[in-house]
T-cell receptor, first 114, second 112 residues
Framework: EPEVTQTPSHQVTQMGQEVILRCVPISNHLYFYWYRQILGQKVEFLVSFYNNEISEKSEIFDDQFSVERPDGSNFTLKIRSTKLEDSAMYFC????????????FGPGTRLTVL | GENVEQHPSTLSVQEGDSAVIKCTYSDSASNYFPWYKQELGKRPQLIIDIRSNVGEKKDQRIAVTLNKTAKHFSLHITETQPEDSAVYFCAAGWWNDYKLSFGAGTTVTVRA
């Protein structure tokens, strides 16, 4: 069964550094999402992406965050200048595109900002 | 925006007993309600979902009920087994906006 993959599985960075988290969606999926989960807390929506543009973003997704599909397959989340509070598990999720279709989650990238 | 509340935060049941998790949502426009199971260190995985045009859905030992008037939905797990131990998240979404709003999660422990 196809799965969403994410790299790296764990990223440790210094405060103020840029990080790029990568996701490979399931091949025929059209809708892409980033969520984050701070340890012990709920999964929070960050951004949705469709047709090469952002569909919606949450209040968390400020100017320090950006997303893109640089090569038409990988879906990336960039944090330009990381803060301590960015430490979390970041999940990519993808969806085929039909209303009510399941969102498939990747295994996550654990980001630790020191 | 949508706000999803989930209770209880932890639930311990004896193997073979039933487990019930309840969620409420705030936005009456929400019309899609999935439940995800997340085992320790793993990705959330969909276990069942329900749309607003039905009141109940069942899949083997798992069932979900939806009360649109009261804006709440519940997950029922019958004949619990040790492998049911995990964190369960409810979520709400709607057709014109595919993002999901998640509840805080329920840690279910099934005692052998």
């Amino acid at each position: 069964e196809p799965e969403v993959t994410q790299t790296p599985s764990h990223q440790v960075t210094q405060m103020g550094q840029e990080v790029i988290l990568r996701c490979v969606p399931i091949s025929n999926h059209l809708y892409f999402y980033w969520y984050r989960q701070i340890l012990g807390q709920k999964v929070e929506f960050l951004v949705s992406f469709y047709n090469n543009e952002i569909s919606e973003k949450s209040e968390i997704f400020d100017d320090q965050f950006s997303v893109e599909r640089p090569d038409g397959s990988n879906f990336t989340l960039k944090i330009r200048s990381t803060k301590l509070e960015d430490s979390a598990m970041y999940f990519c999720a993808t969806q085929a595109g039909t209303v009510y279709n399941e969102q498939f989650f990747g295994p996550g990238t654990r980001l630790t900002v020191l | 925006g949508e706000n999803v509340e989930q209770h209880p935060s932890t639930l311990s049941v004896q193997e073979g007993d039933s487990a019930v998790i309840k969620c409420t949502y705030s936005d009456s426009a929400s019309n899609y309600f999935p439940w995800y199971k997340q085992e320790l260190g793993k990705r959330p995985q969909l276990i069942i979902d329900i749309r607003s045009n039905v009141g109940e859905k069942k899949d083997q030992r798992i069932a979900v009920t939806l009360n649109k008037t009261a804006k709440h939905f519940s997950l029922h797990i019958t004949e619990t087994q040790p492998e049911d131990s995990a964190v369960y998240f409810c979520a709400a979404g709607w057709w014109n906006d595919y993002k999901l709003s998640f509840g805080a999660g329920t840690t279910v422990t099934v005692r052998a």
